[in-house]
């Protein structure tokens, strides 16, 4: 299957003081005896290889744009359906859930109150990485912590999505109770 992504790299370089680089990579897979080939793109520091894109584009037959997975529209839909644009759009929510599950699933594997703080910690002590560059660590980790459990994924998740459109009513008016402004559940 041919197609590609697109991942972005952030580093510092000695070209006077906070002289920062942000390079932007097309990664092809395209099949053969070399399958991958990587185009650097760029907003600073590198001439721009859009027409290298669009040829190998071309020569792959592949479209080159943002496509949700039929999962990620699906979450959309039910998110659409249980709560209102304030709610289902914002990032700050969205991002206290996501952090509240992926604690949930650690604590569920043996993950203890003190690992999870020393992380947070940890992490915290560190700059700031790049969202999309993030979900990719964040879904390879997953994935390969799923097949360590014997967890099937993909399964998993249906089987979630399908739970919560049958609980709409209860998921609304446990987020109508949450206090407002608080990254805490309830």
């Known amino acids: 299957m041919r197609g590609c992504s697109q991942y972005t790299h952030t580093c510092e370089v000695n070209e006077g003081a906070g002289s920062?680089?942000?390079f932007i990579y097309a990664l092809f897979f395209v099949g053969g005896p070399q399958p991958f080939r990587m185009i650097a793109l760029s907003d600073h520091g590198m001439a721009d290889g859009a027409a290298e894109v669009e040829a190998v584009s071309q020569e792959i037959g592949y479209k080159m744009e943002a496509e949700l997975t039929s999962y990620q529209?699906?979450?959309?839909?039910?998110?659409?359906?249980?709560?209102?644009?304030?709610?289902?759009?914002?990032?700050?929510?969205?991002t206290h859930r996501f952090l509240e599950e992926a604690l949930e699933l650690a604590q569920a594997n043996g993950c203890s109150r003190s690992d999870a703080i020393s992380l947070v910690d940890y992490v915290f002590g560190r700059p700031k990485g790049d969202s999309s560059q993030e979900v990719?660590?964040?879904m390879v980790t997953l994935a390969s912590l799923c097949s360590?459990?014997?967890?099937?994924?993909?399964?998993?998740g249906a089987i979630e999505l399908a739970r919560?459109?049958?609980?709409?009513?209860?998921?609304?008016a446990k987020q109508q109770t949450k206090p407002h402004g608080s990254p805490l559940p309830q």
Request: aromatic share 8%.
């Open 164 to 172: 919560n459109w049958e609980r709409i009513e209860t998921i609304r």
């Open 73 to 94: 529209k699906q979450v959309e839909e039910w998110l659409e359906a249980c709560f209102p644009p304030s709610v289902n759009t914002n990032r700050a929510e969205r």
């Open 148 to 156: 360590a459990s014997g967890i099937h994924m993909d399964e998993a």
């Open 20 to 22: 920062v680089y942000r």
């Open 136 to 138: 990719g660590g964040v």
